[in-house]
């Protein structure tokens, strides 16, 4: 979803919640945020230790595109094992053909 149209959506259900007399604007507000506390809560976040949070998302995508670059090289290695010994192989045999 583009957003423009979360934007739109997002305008849409303020109205409607807003205009009906239902919630006022600081209520809506209030609402979202407790219920973002609570689930972060839940989660095991403190909501309250921001830096905390960002840099263990830092962490975890050093992590992630670390191990991501380990994989690549490891397959590289392997690919490069088995073409060395497919040469080799391929070397041995015309040696050995020669020989005859």
Known sequence: MEDRERQVIKQAVHEAVTESGILT?????RIVRETVR???LKSGINPDESQAI?????YVREWRTMTSSIKNKSILAIV??????????LILGIRSAFQK
């Open 25 to 29: 604007d600081q209520e809506v507000r």
């Open 80 to 89: 490069g094992l088995l073409i060395s010994g497919f040469a080799a192989l």
């Open 54 to 58: 960002s840099d263990d998302l830092r």
């Open 38 to 40: 609570e689930t972060l």
